[in-house]
């Protein structure tokens, strides 16, 4: 069974951080390029940032650029997100998503690229 499963979420304060992590299992990931996304009630599902399966190339939204810094650690199957000066605008359910195409072209930032998805974490930033 294929699963992606967020962690690192919570409550805190803005100019503050957070990590959150995915934890990948049900088949190999490492040649994936993966993903962030983030959603509030308001809004629709919107991009965050990719990693493509080598981890050699990178791409963040504008609204997070020089704040947030992905990674991944394929011998752990792990994604990370580490999330600096936080803003209230931040907050979100935040989601890991794996596109097994592993290919890293203008699409990955669009939800249809990607084929899994986790059930997301609570990020709260409070002003």
């Known amino acids: 069974q294929v699963q992606l499963v967020e962690s690192g979420g919570g409550l805190v304060q803005t100019g503050g951080s957070l990590r959150l992590s995915c934890a990948a299992s049900g088949r190999t990931f490492s040649r994936d390029a993966m993903g962030w996304f983030r959603q509030t009630p308001a809004k629709e599902r919107e991009f965050v940032a990719a990693?493509?399966?080598?981890?050699?190339?990178?791409s963040y939204a504008d609204s997070v650029k020089g704040r947030f810094t992905i990674s991944r650690d394929n011998s752990k199957n792990m994604v990370y997100l580490q999330m600096n000066s936080l803003k209230p605008e931040d907050t979100a359910v935040y989601y890991c998503a794996a596109d097994s195409d592993g290919n890293f072209g203008p699409s990955i930032r669009t939800l249809i690229q990607y084929d899994y998805w986790g059930q997301g974490t609570q990020v709260t930033v409070s002003s």
């Open positions: 990693i493509s399966s080598r981890g050699i190339t990178i």
